[in-house]
């Protein structure tokens, strides 16, 4: 079992893992961090949801993308944004919608997060890594 501490020291993103627009996102993020700073586990893992409950997210998680940095939560617009900020020019372009106020942004990716299923579907279980990539996940 990972310690996640020793995660919540780095980059950890928790997603919907039977989302397509997520592992679509997560498939980016990983081709757009050639370091490999970023971690990733899926929110449907049984080992993820007991961290969680620790955590704020624990009432609706597969609603919202969480990224743990530093031992720091962000969540929906607030995640992406600090996302796109790691990875770097051109990518971090985007933080500059930091500046549109949090109620503002939220609202907008609740919107998306209600329908993403309906616009991008979903799978029955969640991605399995490649073996290149393996090591970025908290749970094979």
């Known amino acids: 079992m990972p310690n996640y501490n020793e995660y919540a020291e780095q980059h950890l993103i ?21 370091d490999g700073k970023f971690k990733f586990a899926a ?6 949801r007991d961290f969680l409950q620790d955590h704020q997210f624990v009432n609706n998680p597969s609603e919202s993308v969480v990224y743990i940095r530093n031992g720091r939560e962000y969540a929906k617009s607030s ?16 933080y500059i919608f930091k500046v549109i106020p949090l109620h503002i942004r939220d609202y907008l990716y609740d919107q998306i997060a209600r329908r993403r299923y309906r616009f991008f579907g979903k799978r029955n279980t969640c991605m399995i890594p490649t073996k290149e990539v393996q090591d970025r996940f908290l749970f094979k």
């Open 14 to 34: 928790l997603f919907d893992g039977i989302c397509n627009l997520c592992n679509r996102s997560v498939g980016f993020i990983i081709k757009n961090d050639p």
């Open 43 to 48: 929110l449907q893992h049984a080992e993820d």
């Open 79 to 94: 995640a992406f944004l600090e996302i796109v900020k790691e990875l770097g020019w051109p990518w971090k372009i985007f």
